[in-house]
């Protein structure tokens, strides 16, 4: 008889990491999670493909398609993806109840941003430095790509970064 790990309960919702595994988070484990693909059709075009699936099974709970230019804008695509993400959600009555505050962060369909390569560096740059807690670089970084006007991720990780590095907790608004 295979043995279940540890992290793994009858109920999806009261999931938990076993506290061995991140000393840092101990809440619960979503009971589903998202993949998105990149796919190019030709002509200029590509489809931007997320399926939701159920995190014990790895089932498809749901999936949708959306057109794009193939040659767009990483941030573009990136908040394509969110929107779709949260359309799939709610098609399968999983949204979350809470409202992002920025308007047009999710747009419904794809949309240029305009937002330079460099800055996309940066913040992926800074994407990293927080995964191994370099909250300096990832504030440097996080600054720099907070430049471009449109960015407005790069704002909230910025603002995000100096809470966390002045020992706050991502529950504080």
């Known amino acids: ?25 101990d809440g619960p484990i979503p009971s589903a999670w998202a993949a998105a693909a990149w796919l190019p059709l030709g002509a200029g075009q590509a489809v931007l493909e997320v399926r939701l699936m159920r995190l014990e099974t790895g089932a498809i709970v749901g999936a949708r398609r959306l057109a794009i230019p193939a040659d767009a804008d990483p941030v573009g695509a990136a908040r394509a993806i969110v929107a779709t993400i949260l359309a ?29 390569q460099s ?20 504030r440097r970084s996080y600054q720099s790509a907070s430049g471009s006007v449109a960015f407005f991720e790069a704002r909230v990780a910025l603002a995000r970064t100096a809470r966390l590095r002045l020992g706050g907790t991502l529950g504080e608004s």
């Open 1 to 25: 008889m295979r043995r279940k790990p540890s992290f793994v309960s009858t109920r999806s919702d009261t999931l938990r990491w076993p506290r061995s595994r991140s000393p840092k988070y």
């Open 88 to 116: 799939t959600l709610d098609e399968v009555g999983r949204l979350p109840s809470w409202g992002d505050p920025l308007e047009g962060a999710a747009p419904a369909t794809y949309r240029p941003t305009g937002i330079p």
């Open 119 to 138: 800055a996309v560096e940066d913040f992926l740059e800074g994407l990293g430095a927080e995964e191994r807690w370099n909250w300096e670089l990832a």
